[in-house]
């Protein structure tokens, strides 16, 4: 990794990985390609109440997505939603980037914890997760460094 930054590689070796950027614009686009996800694997898990970009998830919080369980008191019942948020960032990245960080955040539903059983879930949703999660944290490097991976 460090060669290709070295050698200002680092956006030709993404791009030859990941020569597409996602057509997932904005919220509404995002919540169903969420759906369609989440309905392919997940039928039976918690609805979600709340799909967005989110412009203040941020990688210095180390927060790409956003899984967030809310709980009220509605009328004397006790209500729950849950709400998934990727990082706005990702609107400018490829298909797998964004399909590793919603698959993540759904797998959330069913494991809170980050275990075995977790990213068992997230290789069944994603068979290449791990090599997916790595590349997207070479994403954000090229980010840091103020580059792009595509034109627009």
Known sequence: MQILVDEERLADFLLERHPVQHNVSGDHELREYVMNIKNHYMKKSSPLSKVIYDDKLHVI????GLHTYVSRVQGGKLKSKN?????AMFKKASTDMLSMIVVHELAHLKEKAHDKAFYRLCEHMLPNYHQVE??????????EMKQTLYEN
Do not use: K, Q
């Not at 709400?83 to 990082?87: D, M, N, Q």
């Not at 790595?134 to 980010?143: N, P, Q, V």
């Open 61 to 64: 919080h180390n927060a790409l």
């Open 134 to 143: 790595f590349e997207t944290r070479l994403y954000l490097l090229l980010l």
């Open 83 to 87: 709400e998934l948020r990727v990082s």
